[in-house]
């Protein structure tokens, strides 16, 4: 890794300012006139977005919070959080749900419940949950609305509670919201070993006779049809398009497309009569540390426009899904519900590629970003003992591709495959969502 792309483990941890950043008031609660001798003051790590562009631009500080939720509220010890596709392009200032900087990153997490505000009747202390908020979770200590906490199940670890509410929910929805999946189906996933790629095959298991088209690199072809996809493709070598032409000459009736630009025009094309894609990312605007100019330009250029008198005449649908500007919480309530039930009942399991201590913030965008995770990856609040720090690397890698030389081999094959088809391909989680 270069001296400019250091990640926050080689930053020294910054000392608080006096105010939260912006977009914190999903995380800590500020104090009130009256209140600040009452309330303990309390010190929180939190990763904080301080400007748009490298991993440098995330930095790790410990800032001054406060123990009194308010109405409403519970304050919650973080024990795990989510990293999603999202926060990538947050970081380059190109995910507009998120705060300007300086702002407290995250929108999942997991932890235990250390207080409770006024009118909070259905939370106590020493509960367990899993959180869901449009930023302000990547801290130690979290101040969240009640009802965006969510009861843990006794057998969920926090791991796996940090890596369901993002990805679950956006494909849940997709697939039984928008795209009606039925027995006999079939759907095309890109992505299919990133965090939403997972969920939506597990999902889609619990439907009898489901055909799953799944796009990923060779190496996870494994991984990913043991989790359920029937048809691996390696997007890098192969025409995801004449391979499912092959199989189905008809196309397939669904098609989850977090890519964008040229992609969605073909994933159109994929479609059978009143098949639907749903569009939920546009991982394809994304080609490097930095925002690119250029691959946005791309990507938007070849943004699929249709007309809806072309649609009537092709009998397919177009839908657009963004778990950010979903305001409907009763929505999300149940639908969570639902996800809890069927994790119960052993039908789904959030799969963890694996976690990082905040102080490698870097490290994990980095794994996300090559495209190197097969599932969630995961940031851990707790610093790193040092007792750990030497097997951490090897817990954190994936046995095929753990080292410096095949990253850089796979974004060399990867612009390779750029240039041969004029487009910018990129696998990794969105969130897809809000993704």
Excluded at 302 to 326: D, E, P, W, Y
Excluded at 389 to 409: C, F, G, L, M, Q
Aim: glycine share 10%; net charge negative.
């Amino acid at each position: 890794m270069s001296g400019e792309e250091a990640p926050v483990a080689q930053q020294q941890q910054d000392q608080t300012p006096d105010e939260p950043p912006s977009g914190s008031e999903s995380g800590m609660q500020r104090s009130h006139p009256g209140q600040q001798e009452a309330a303990a003051a309390l010190t929180s790590r939190a990763l904080v977005l301080t400007g748009h562009g490298g991993y440098d631009k995330i930095r790790l500080q410990v800032r001054t919070a406060r123990a009194d939720p308010g109405s409403g509220e519970v304050l919650v010890r973080v024990r795990a959080c989510g990293l999603n596709f999202a926060d990538l392009m947050g970081r380059q200032g190109l995910y507009e749900p998120l705060p300007g900087p300086p702002v407290i990153m995250g929108m999942e997490g997991s932890g235990v419940v250390q207080a409770v505000g006024e009118g909070v009747a259905d939370r106590k202390v020493g509960d367990r949950v899993l959180m869901l908020s449009p930023s302000g979770l990547w801290q130690e200590l979290a101040v969240v609305a009640a009802d965006h906490t969510f009861l843990m199940p006794d057998a969920m670890s926090f791991e796996e509670a940090a890596a369901l509410p993002v990805n679950y929910l956006t494909a849940h929805m997709m697939l039984f919201q928008m795209g009606n999946l039925r027995p006999g189906k079939s759907i095309l996933i890109h992505m299919a070993a990133g965090g939403v790629g997972t969920a939506a095959t597990q999902l889609c298991r619990t439907v009898p006779d489901v055909t799953v088209f799944g796009t990923a690199s060779a190496s996870k072809h494994e991984s990913i049809v043991q989790g359920g996809v029937n048809h691996p493709i390696d997007y890098r070598t192969k025409d995801y398009v004449e391979e499912i032409r092959k199989i189905s000459p008809k196309g397939v009736d669904i098609v989850l497309d977090p890519l964008g630009g040229s992609d969605t025009q073909k994933g159109f094309g994929l479609l059978k009569p009143l098949g639907s894609i749903i569009v939920f990312g546009a991982a394809n605007c994304v080609t490097g540390q930095k925002k690119n100019l250029l691959a946005l330009a791309k990507t938007w250029y070849n943004q699929l426009s249709i007309s809806t008198l072309k649609l009537m005449q092709a009998n397919r649908a177009v839908c657009g899904f963004h778990l950010g500007f979903l305001s409907d919480h009763q929505l999300i309530a149940s639908t969570m519900s639902t996800l809890m039930e069927l994790y119960t009942q052993g039908k789904i399991q959030p799969r963890i590629d694996s976690t990082f201590h905040f102080e490698q913030v870097g490290d994990a965008m980095r794994r996300m970003h090559d495209r190197l995770n097969v599932g969630k990856v995961i940031l851990l609040p707790e610093p790193e003992r040092k007792e750990d720090a030497a097997t951490e690397p090897k817990r954190n890698a994936a046995p095929e591709e753990n080292t410096t030389e095949a990253a850089v081999a796979a974004e060399g094959k990867e612009e390779e495959q750029k240039k041969e088809e004029g487009e910018a391909g990129l696998e990794g989680g969105v969130e897809e969502l809000k993704d």
